[in-house]
């Protein structure tokens, strides 16, 4: 009887603790939606500020994404496909945004693209600013959101049969060829799942923006600076908006995956 109760008496644990963490998880969030959903939603139609923190928070983790997703796929496929001497140093440096606190981040960030900075001062004669403008922001967004993407699409291409290209390249298609009508549209779904969560983690970015770019303000900037100075029922709308932002990219991502799955299952 003892061998048989323990099982049961595990399982019971076992599913306490798992309801105390998801209870964790969801009760400050659903809190804050509760609290603040509508009072944000109906808060976008008279704020400007929030509009426009809003806006620019969609259009810069927008060209955030895009610019990791051109410059990052190469990269993914290279650690996916070839094995070569520094792989598992490129990956620890690629990696390393993620573990790093974001604020440190910015201030790297701002080492190298400060005014006070060859990079910083290069740009400048060139016309460009980054300190203090959207294309700060965009780089703090691009700096901690890439490797995201860089892992996910990784695993896509790694999940790509190579006897698909390899057949591909025996008809007599060129590299670039195989990549593109092969490679490509194969690893396509985890792709575009890797470019979502991409543009999830840049909207929802605050460390590394608020020491590069104070102002203008992203929403996750907005939130805090209502917070510090206005207390929290000002923050409240302006956080539960960000939330309600965020539901967005997870809904698409679980609609991708779960498309992906039914598809898997048809195939088997």
Excluded at 2 to 25: M, Q, Y
Excluded at 78 to 107: C, E, K, M, T, Y
Aim: one cysteine or more; glycine letters at 10%; charged letters at 15%.
């Amino acid at each position: 009887m003892t061998g048989k109760r323990l099982p049961a008496v595990s399982a019971i644990l076992s599913a306490i603790a798992a309801s105390l963490l998801l209870l964790f998880l969801v009760a400050p969030i659903g809190e804050l939606v509760v609290q603040g959903g509508a009072a944000g939603v109906r808060q976008l139609g008279r704020d400007a500020e929030l509009r426009a923190a809003l806006v620019l928070t969609g259009a810069t983790a927008t060209i955030a994404t895009l610019l990791g997703v051109v410059t990052g796929t190469p990269v993914a496929y290279l650690l996916a496909r070839r094995r070569f001497r520094g792989r598992a140093v490129l990956s620890a440096i690629l990696d390393l945004p993620l573990v790093i606190p974001h604020p440190v981040a910015g201030i790297a960030l701002l080492l190298v693209l400060g005014r006070e900075s060859m990079v910083g001062q290069g740009l400048l004669l060139a016309g460009l600013r980054v300190v203090g403008t959207p294309i700060g922001i965009v780089c703090a967004m691009l700096f901690v959101s890439a490797p995201l993407f860089v892992s996910g699409a990784r695993e896509a291409f790694a999940r790509v049969d190579p006897r698909y290209e390899a057949v591909a390249r025996t008809l007599g298609d060129d590299g670039w060829r195989v990549f593109r009508r092969i490679t490509l549209p194969l690893a396509g779904r985890g792709l575009l799942a890797s470019a979502v969560v991409m543009w999830a983690r840049a909207v929802s970015e605050f460390g590394a923006i608020v020491i590069l770019t104070y102002n203008p303000k992203t929403v996750s900037v907005l939130s805090f600076d209502r917070f510090t100075s206005y207390g929290l029922s000002e923050a409240i709308p302006v956080a539960a908006v960000l939330v309600l932002i965020a539901l967005v990219p997870l809904a698409l991502l679980r609609a991708l995956r779960g498309e992906r799955e039914l598809h898997a299952g048809g195939m088997q």
